[in-house]
């Protein structure tokens, strides 16, 4: 009579011995490429990704200049205008002429500054002028803004000048900058940080509030997976 095998028997035929102890070579190859490939990729894409270390600070945007006053240097009478209301004035410019009071020969106001003309009263001929009446302003015809910071002493020691800094205004509209200045004594608001900004065409209101964001450290994403040496 013939022996025959059980099941769970130890004996098994030498092909499936083959099937499942030993899988296909060009699977192993297959797999192999792909893993290596895969670590590869990721390696070489956190190698040039950087990542940025920010510190998060309140800020206030301001203008760079404010407008000018323009004065009546003493009493006289206004003899002509040689500006009218939105003329732009370069520095040195005449602005108007005046008959002093106490003198007897005719004089002209230049512009200390350069500006747009806003009148404050009318400007009429004879008119009577006061010492340090103040008769129109000088605004700056291309206003540039900046930002001002002030940060806490722990922060202080990470803040270099030409860092990149980055505004969340209103919704998801974000303006960037760089630190500007830096000044070294402590108030007691703490050290306030100049940031001057990018955008040059466009008008903020001044004492606009938000948040900003200072990259104090961009690192490449790969450091993350180098353990450091202490």
Known sequence: MKNLKTPGSP???RELDEIVGRPPHWLVQWGLTAFFAVITMVLTMSYFIRYPTVL?????????????????PSDGILTGMLVTEGTVVNTNDPLFR?????????????????????????????????????LFFLVPASQLFHAEIYCKDEDFAHIRSGQKVLFSLTGQERVTGAVAYINPLR???????????????????DG????????????????RFIPKSK
């Open 98 to 134: 005046w008959y002093p009071a106490k003198d007897n020969t005719e004089r002209m106001l230049r512009a200390t500054h350069k500006g747009k003309v806003l009148f404050l009263t009318s400007m009429r001929r004879g008119k009577k002028l006061t010492r340090g009446q103040t």
């Open 56 to 72: 998060r600070v309140d800020a206030v945007i301001r203008p760079d200049s404010s407008f000018v006053m323009v004065t009546v």
């Open 187 to 205: 108030t007691n608001k703490g050290y306030k940080v100049e940031v001057s900004l990018n955008e040059k065409n466009r008008n903020f209101a």
């Open 208 to 223: 606009l509030r938000c948040t900003a964001e200072i990259v104090i450290k961009e690192e490449r994403l790969i450091s």
């Open 11 to 13: 004996l098994r035929s």
